[in-house]
């Protein structure tokens, strides 16, 4: 069964305070990894996907990289609007399109 | 930009009774797909859909549940018996489907369903 650990839980950053949070994952047959922005009440908004141990994507303050058992989403200088549930999906085995997600982390970023 | 748009954003009903969620993927695309995230906890996949059948689902979708694209546009989730567990967010996404399978998935914003 897939398995998508990710911590911490929540994070409580300072404006200007870089950081990361971490994505492990569990799986036969790693396809892609998802990240994705949650806001409270609100469906999660796409931010990036990896697919092979060693890629990495830039966003603007955010970048994603991918190792063979992670993931992590650095912040660079968070904002306050960078405040979010920051999810982590893998799709995984052969011809499956279902994501199994982790529970996120509850970022929050203080003026 | 193209959106998935759900409705009602909100649908309040009795234990028993039976509901249709609805969904606009986004028009171009191919595959759709239903999650759902009970208050506090992960989004969990539902089911998908191509070509008019279900082409996954997990054990959650029992047959109380079933899926629908009535035309062109909807996608429809029905759920007919409801239970207090079903009380979750539902959401709908849609994904490009062409060439190779993992393509992203963009989801709507969700109905939150009660069930009293």
Redesign the interface.
């Known amino acids: 069964e897939d398995q998508v650990t990710q911590s911490p839980e929540a994070l409580r950053l300072q404006e200007g305070e870089s950081s990361s949070l971490n994505c492990s994952y569990t799986v036969s047959g790693l396809?892609?990894l998802?990240w994705?922005r949650q806001d409270p009440?609100?469906?999660?908004?796409?931010l990036f996907?990896l697919?092979s141990a060693g890629e990495e994507k830039e966003k603007e303050r955010l970048k994603a990289t991918l190792t063979k058992k992670e993931s992590f989403l650095h912040i660079t200088a968070p904002k306050p609007e960078d405040s979010a549930t920051y999810?982590c999906?893998v799709?995984a085995g052969t011809?499956?399109?279902?994501?199994?997600?982790?529970?996120?982390t509850r970022l929050q970023v203080q003026p | 930009e193209p959106e998935v748009t759900q409705t009602p954003s909100h649908q309040v009903t009795q234990m028993g009774q039976e509901v249709i969620l609805r969904c606009v993927p986004i028009s171009n695309h191919l595959y759709f797909y239903w999650y759902r995230q009970i208050l506090g906890q992960k989004v969990e996949f539902l089911v998908s859909f191509y070509n008019n059948e279900i082409s996954e689902k997990s054990e959650i979708f029992d047959d109380q549940f079933s899926v629908e694209r009535p035309d062109g546009s909807n996608f429809t989730l029905k759920i007919r018996s409801t239970k207090l567990e079903d009380s979750a967010m539902y959401f709908c996404a849609s994904s490009r489907g062409t060439g190779r399978v993992t393509d992203t998935q963009y989801f709507g914003p969700g109905t939150r369903l009660t069930v009293l």
């Open positions: 396809r892609g998802f994705y009440g609100k469906g999660p908004e796409f996907t697919y999810l999906a799709q011809g499956r399109r279902a994501l199994t997600f982790g529970s996120g």
